[in-house]
């Protein structure tokens, strides 16, 4: 399971410790172990791909994240199997996570795309992707 296309993310959150409760899990049911930690920062990695998160600084916190401004709109990731895909969206629920598109789900992205999207504490959507048949 890897993050699709990317190498390495760097994400400045806020606050820290919400962004660490809600992605320790997800990141370690992808397969992911915590790779760094520091006072204002973690990272996870996944083979060659790992993910960084760090405080952002209070001057910077006026303007909250939205995907549909200029940025990141949201991070994919591949998982092993649909029943991986189902299980996450279990979870999620039971997390009281929203599912995103739920009219559609697990085909929001398209036929024979089989995912979950969801967004984070800081509204980041995430996509989960089982591999095409």
């Known amino acids: 399971m890897s993050i699709i296309d990317q190498k390495q993310q760097s994400l400045r959150k806020e606050p820290l410790k ?7 899990w997800l990141l370690t ?6 790779f760094q930690e520091w ?3 973690v ?4 083979d060659e791909t790992y993910l960084v998160f ?4 209070e001057r910077f916190l006026d303007i909250p994240f939205h995907r549909c401004r200029v940025g990141l709109n949201h991070l994919a ?3 092993t199997s649909k029943e991986h895909v189902d299980l996450l969206t279990s979870t999620l629920k039971d997390k009281g996570i929203r599912v995103l598109y739920e009219n559609k789900h697990p085909y929001a ?6 995912a979950v999207y ?16």
């Open 54 to 57: 760090v405080q952002a600084e």
């Open 77 to 79: 990731f591949q998982t």
């Open 109 to 114: 992205g398209g036929e024979g795309h089989y």
């Open 18 to 24: 919400k962004t660490i409760e809600f992605w320790e």
């Open 43 to 46: 990272s996870w990695k996944y």
């Open 118 to 133: 969801f967004e984070d504490p800081d509204r980041i959507k995430v996509e989960v992707v089982a591999p095409i048949d």
């Open 29 to 34: 049911e992808l397969g992911y172990k915590k």
């Open 39 to 41: 006072e204002l920062g």
